[in-house]
């Protein structure tokens, strides 16, 4: 197997630095290319020569008319003119100018790759590190009005001092290489901007810029704002190829080039292995597959299922209570939006709570008691506008939580034994960002956090063969159903036949998107109860038939922090807005739903 490669863009993604761009095949950070994709057919004289010790390709987007696969209608983009001022073509001629080494990597549809990469289930592989020997303009056919396009090209060598590429033998390394005019290289950028040419370069008599000789054909302007640009003698040419002295690769060696199979963690800060380095996938040494973390309590390579263990210790509510939502979020939630109609006494209220939209009403906190020794708490109730529904949430206290300790512990250390087998599950639309605007990926996409369904299937996460029944259910999941029934039965003085809970796990960074709970069948009532970090929960208007894109603006924003209990009553509030969650840090939440009621 290569040493580096993966089944899919997430895994690619979340575990290779040099590359996490959902998106574009060029991935730069500060205008520095850390990677470069290599994908799909060829443009001409695009080329993957010496066995890939230089390749040219032509970079950084926009040049092809293209099908946006955003969902709801696709819409056509025309192909346009690259400028040199792009983000992906300006960091990349940067790169070129700095000499800076940086990664390819390549797809199973990158047709000028000699080895059928499919076949033996690669979909990505990284090459290795190599440096840009060249960039120029060209003209490219295209399908929009003009027929044609400025596109940019590059020509990538193979950074020597890495060994040879692990797709060729060693014997077909006696390649024919231009000695590197400028002496050895290094991985530190470098000051002189002049390429590193053998390859001649010559000034325009129109426009004073060099270009190199690029083309057996004769030498042209490639400044795509000159007007001698792209012919030779005022005629442009229909046949060209590369001149031979361009095709020879250059010899430049490279010292201190980094290693590029990432180093597994091998050690904990404070035993929290809940952070977001334990949240990025892994490289298996054994078959060189990058996996994301996909099981709570280790790393498991996806292909040869090797595992990787880090003990952590159990974290308590107590180390999260500092936490206090960031000042500006008070101020542009709550500032920027007028006639709120809320019914505070005391602004002691604002750091739990930030409704926004004028037609949420905001009732006033009711003091409320939990009984069983658990003292008051407060209620804090939303009513939804033309009788969508209402929004509880009883908060927690140090004096009620002593329920939800006990929980939140078990729950880590259920899920650390594998008692609880907390999972990311792929999604059914394989698209980064949220599932009403969404861009599609390839192979499998999982969600931004693990979770665990016990009770009645239920088909959001994972479809419904994941479920384990209440009665093989962990205490911890039990204990939860537990807490929220009782909450729930004293802020709506009824009982609800809850017999579902989705336990949901997020380490350092990881979140649930927008989403409603919709599913066929589902009671009106869904209640949460929250664990370990605060997380903010935000509410927003769903798209409708009339409004397809839905509005960006939250409606409401609620604090959930440990041991508080939300409940959405009503089918409206799931017909009319969708909500995401995004915890501070560590979190737990088990939400409760009645399944198949409705
Ligand atoms: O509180 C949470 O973490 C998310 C709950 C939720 O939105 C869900 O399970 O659908």
Redesign the pocket.
């Known amino acids: 197997m290569p040493p580096i490669w993966a089944e899919s863009r997430q895994e690619v993604c979340e575990s290779f630095d040099y590359f996490r761009s959902y998106q574009s095949g060029v991935y730069s950070l500060k205008d520095i290319v850390k990677g470069y994709l290599l994908g799909g057919s060829p443009a001409s004289r695009d080329i993957f020569h010496c066995g890939g010790r230089l390749i040219v390709s032509h970079g950084g987007g926009k040049a092809e008319s293209i099908l946006d696969y955003r969902v709801g209608a696709a819409r056509f983009q025309q192909a346009q003119d690259q400028e040199a001022t792009d983000k992906s073509v300006r960091a990349l001629l940067k790169s070129y100018t700095d000499k800076r080494p940086l990664v390819l990597l390549a797809d199973d549809k990158y047709a000028l790759f000699p080895y059928d990469l499919s076949a033996s289930g690669c979909t990505y592989v990284v090459l290795g590190l190599y440096w840009i020997s060249h960039a120029w303009a060209e003209y490219q056919p295209a399908s929009n009005g003009c027929g044609r396009v400025v596109r940019w090209k590059f020509a990538f060598q193979w950074c020597e001092g890495q060994g040879n590429p692990w797709w060729i033998s060693s014997e077909s390394d006696d390649v024919d290489m231009l000695p590197d005019p400028i002496g050895g290289c290094r991985s530190a950028p470098r000051q002189d901007p002049s390429p590193p040419d053998a390859v001649v370069n010559m000034a325009c008599n129109k426009c004073s810029q060099k270009s190199p000789v690029v083309y057996s054909q004769g030498w042209m302007c490639l400044n795509p704002s000159c007007t001698s640009f792209w012919s030779i003698g005022g005629r442009e040419l229909e046949q060209l190829d590369y001149d031979a002295s361009f095709l020879r690769p250059i010899k430049t060696v490279f010292t201190n080039l980094p290693e590029l199979r990432p180093a597994k963690l091998i050690e904990t800060m404070d035993s929290i292995t809940t952070s977001y380095a334990f949240s990025k996938g892994w490289h298996c040494e054994k078959c060189g597959r990058l996996s994301s973390r996909f099981k709570w309590e280790h790393w498991e390579c996806s292909y040869c299922q090797l595992i990787h263990k880090l003990p952590g210790r159990l974290r308590t509510a107590k180390e999260f209570w500092h936490q206090r939502p960031p000042a500006e979020f008070l101020h542009s939630q709550v500032g920027k939006q007028s006639g709120l109609r809320h019914h505070y006494h005391s602004l002691a209220f604002l750091p739990h709570i930030h409704a926004t939209l004028a037609e949420i009403i905001a009732c006033r906190p009711e003091p409320f008691e939990l009984g069983d020794g658990g003292g008051f708490t407060n209620h804090l109730t939303f009513i939804l506008p033309n009788e969508r529904g209402r929004i509880h949430l009883l908060l927690g206290t140090p004096l009620a939580n002593k329920q939800a300790d006990e929980i939140f512990r078990q729950y880590q250390e259920q899920a650390e034994e594998g008692e609880l087998l907390l999972r990311r599950y792929p999604l059914r639309l394989n698209c980064v960002s949220d599932r009403s605007n969404c861009i599609a990926v390839r192979g499998t996409f999982l969600t931004n956090y693990f979770s665990q369904n016990s009770g009645e299937p239920y088909q959001?996460v994972g479809g419904t063969g994941n479920t384990v029944p209440f009665d093989k259910a962990p205490s911890s999941v039990c204990g939860a159903l537990a807490l929220i029934k009782e909450r729930s039965r004293l802020a709506l003085q009824k009982d609800i036949p809850f017999n579902e809970v989705?336990s949901?796990a997020?380490m350092e960074k990881q979140k649930?998107s927008f989403?409603s709970?919709s599913e066929r069948g589902l009671g009106p009532v869904v209640a949460?109860l929250?664990l370990g970090s605060a997380?903010f929960?935000h509410f927003r208007a769903r798209a409708t038939s009339k409004e397809p894109k839905h509005s960006s603006s939250n409606v409401l924003t609620l604090i959930?922090r440990h041991g508080d209990v939300?409940i959405m009553e009503g089918d409206g509030v799931q017909q009319h807005y969708e909500?995401t969650?995004i915890p501070m840090n560590f979190?737990i939440?088990a939400?409760a739903r009645c399944i198949g009621t409705a």
Do not use: G
Request: charged letters at 10%; proline letters at 0%.
């Open positions: 959001y989705l949901a997020y649930m989403h709970d949460s929250s997380a929960m959930l939300l909500h969650v979190r939440a939400t």
